[in-house]
């Protein structure tokens, strides 16, 4: 830490308890999460499109359009309400304790200003220190991404850069005023694989040099295991299951999770054979089934999952599942993995 | 009912016999000119700079390589959709354009599938009006061409009493998809290229798609091109594999041994930057540092030189060929060509005996 910050206050990072998202009136993007991120920890949150992941991300900050959506519930950012802060707080909440990073650098960047005086601004902004030390600041953001040559780099303009660079600098720029909580959306979604990892482990380096406390939004489960310690599954507007990274991967216990898991191309039993799908597509939003929103598409679902909410399962210390048939699933997941290791 | 969708055999098309490749590349180069900055001095992007490569009848030859490598832009010089500036393409022992295969009859028998579904479907025409079109400008009657654009919308999942009159933007990422491939296949054509078809589509509705691509390609006798950045759908969809680097070809051969026991230590790094699906044991050390190079200025000898770990005095100097490891696998890469000069590279001794 570069400045002493006043007391500490214990508890989580972010509490977020039943969050409802609905937009227009009608579609409801989030539907009950309830997800509580630990001080230094990495949670990513994982989930196709329209799932409600980033919805649910941008509602920490309160970057949803304020008119066109209606919330509910609670986000509690280091024990303080998100919801209750005026202007004032809410400017100070943001980039000096969260902070977050997009998927493309390009359009979160300024195209006329170089880097480095957008990141200085955001010091001084935030700070009131001169702009020599504002710079200094800045320079030493650039060498913690590791960005090469730094100081030539602070004076480029973002169309200057290469793809891996700007988030980089979009990174830098996240954590100039040393946020405590630091939200990821996509952040190697549009990067060619050798760049993505090197930023992803730029990410899990930071996170534990820093104390990071990081929520990261991805729809790549490679992705998330490689950076977060805890992995939590959306499906439409709801976490369906949350666990530790190996729960979730190697012991699912939520039939979608398994879906996802076995639709990819290399969890294939061989080569031509066909891969397992989920049938069907994610339900409309404005239009919710009564129930499951994950029944319509399930190899399990009965009666029951149609009629109402499913209950939330422990599946082990730490690990919760929403479903009624969560043992019927983990053992489909694992006589199947037995096969495929026979095989 | 309806119209059979292959109502000319594939077999009369075939000129050449099963031997002869669907396709062959030779030679293959275009630049592109460039300023750099402000009334600054010419360039040009060397975005393929020699590309040999050949197509079997019924393959899929899948196409890897970091953006920028060129593997977009050979697709759009297969298709004709750029000019090229050097070399030969050869469509079933025909020269693409000359008189025995004029481009216009090219075109009817090799198509093409984007990554953005969105952009490639006329956003004023109903999804039965695109895949109708390109039959209609090539002489098939209206009432014919709608017909087998309805067939063609229930070979791929879309039922035409719902979708037929729907327009691209009341279509899901994964039905325009399919739309697009269902406009690929109308003239029935014979080589598919798929230039990263299916990388915007979520994971489930990606599966769904490769399956429905594997599907057409039994039922309608198709050979593919599969552009792809994702080596697992490579791996799972291709045959033979081309790895792409700075516009050259520096790997191909089966897609089970280029990406299970790669040649080039490019092909190696690439396999090693895909995120490890073990929480056990994560990815700890980056293969590759920085980002892909320019395409405007590559490094003098072997391109991959700045950014390999097997790199020595030789391999800024001397470009390595494209070389024969065995009958079906070849690699450019000096450390693994005998008598190269390079200190890994098997003695001649090792590779006669």
């Known amino acids: 830490m570069n400045e002493p910050r006043t007391k500490t206050p214990a508890g989580p990072a972010v509490a977020i308890q039943g969050l409802k998202v609905t937009f227009g009136g009608r579609v409801r993007a989030v539907d009950g999460v309830d997800l509580t991120l630990g001080r230094g920890q990495a949670i990513a949150l994982i989930g196709e499109s329209g799932s409600g992941k980033s919805v649910t991300l941008r509602a920490i900050m309160r970057l949803n359009p304020e008119r066109k959506s209606t919330i509910e519930g609670r986000i509690l950012v280091s024990g303080r309400d998100v919801m209750a802060m005026g202007r004032r707080e809410l400017t100070a909440l943001r980039g000096r304790e969260v902070a977050m990073i997009f998927q493309e650098p390009l359009l979160a960047l300024d195209p006329v200003y170089t880097v480095g005086r957008q990141i200085i601004e955001a010091i001084r902004q935030h700070e009131g220190i001169g702009a020599a030390e504002a710079r200094a600041r800045a320079l030493q953001q650039f060498e913690r991404v590791r960005i090469p040559s730094p100081e030539r780099r602070l004076d480029a303009y973002p169309h200057e850069m290469s793809g891996g660079m700007r988030q980089r600098a979009m990174i830098a720029l996240a954590l100039a005023c040393n946020p405590k909580v630091l939200l990821a959306d996509e952040p190697t979604t549009a990067l060619d694989a050798t760049v993505q990892i090197q930023i992803l482990l730029l990410l899990r380096d930071l996170q534990t040099e820093l104390g990071l406390s990081t929520l990261f939004v991805t729809h790549d489960l490679g992705a998330a295991v490689e950076v977060a310690d805890r992995i939590a599954v959306m499906y439409a507007g709801r976490i369906v299951e949350e666990g530790s990274a190996r729960q979730v991967v190697l012991n699912p216990h939520h039939p979608y999770t398994i879906g996802l898991l076995r639709s990819r191309a290399d969890g294939a039993l061989a080569k031509g054979s066909r891969l397992q799908t989920i049938p069907g597509s994610p339900p409309d939003l404005a239009n919710r089934p009564p129930g499951c929103p994950f029944a319509p598409r399930c190899f399990l679902a009965e009666d029951r999952c149609r009629a109402g909410d499913p209950p939330v399962v422990d599946a082990g210390p730490g690990h919760r599942a929403a479903c009624w048939k969560t043992d019927e699933a983990a053992r489909s997941f694992q006589a199947q993995r037995a096969e495929l290791s026979d095989a | ?353």
């Open chain 2, 1 to 353: 009912m309806s119209t059979p969708i292959a109502s000319s055999p594939t077999s009369s098309r075939d000129r050449g016999g099963p031997g002869q490749p669907l396709l062959t590349v030779e030679g293959l180069v275009k630049h592109f000119p460039v300023k750099k900055g402000i009334g600054g001095k010419k360039a040009v992007v060397r975005a393929v700079d020699g590309v040999d490569f050949d197509i079997k009848k019924g393959e899929t030859l899948g196409v890897v390589g970091e953006s920028g490598c060129g593997k977009s832009s050979t697709a759009r010089l297969i298709m004709g959709l750029t000019q090229h500036d050097k070399g030969e393409m050869l469509f079933d022992g025909e020269r693409i354009g000359s008189r025995a295969l004029p481009l216009r009859e090219f075109r009817a028998q090799a198509q093409m599938v984007f990554q953005d579904s969105y952009s490639s479907l006329n956003p004023r025409m109903t999804i039965e009006g695109s895949i109708a079109f390109g039959p209609r400008v090539h002489g098939v009657p209206r009432r014919q061409a709608i017909e087998r654009a309805r067939s063609l919308l229930a070979r791929v999942g879309l039922e035409p009493a719902r979708f037929a009159a729907r327009y691209p933007h009341e279509l899901s990422g994964g039905q325009r998809q399919r739309v697009n491939i269902a406009r690929a296949l109308a003239l029935e054509p014979r080589l598919v290229v798929l230039d990263e078809a299916v990388s915007a589509l979520d994971k489930s509705v990606e599966a769904q798609v490769l399956n429905l691509l594997m599907d057409l390609k039994q039922e309608f006798d198709l050979t593919y091109l599969f552009i792809s950045h994702d080596l697992n759908v490579v791996r799972f969809i291709c045959d033979r594999v081309a790895v792409m680097y700075l516009g050259q070809v520096v790997e191909i051969g089966p897609a089970d041994t280029v990406l299970a026991d790669p040649a080039h230590p490019y092909t190696r790094a690439l396999l090693s930057s895909m995120p490890s699906m073990d929480p056990d044991n994560r990815t700890t050390v980056a293969p590759l540092a920085g980002d892909p190079p320019n395409p405007i200025d590559p490094p003098p000898g072997c391109r991959f030189n700045p950014r390999c770990s097997l790199v020595e005095d030789i391999c800024r100097s001397h470009v390595p060929p494209l070389a024969p490891v065995d009958p079906i696998h070849r690699v450019a890469c000096l450390a693994r060509q005998p008598g190269s000069g390079h200190s890994a590279a098997p003695s001649a001794e090792a590779v006669a005996a």
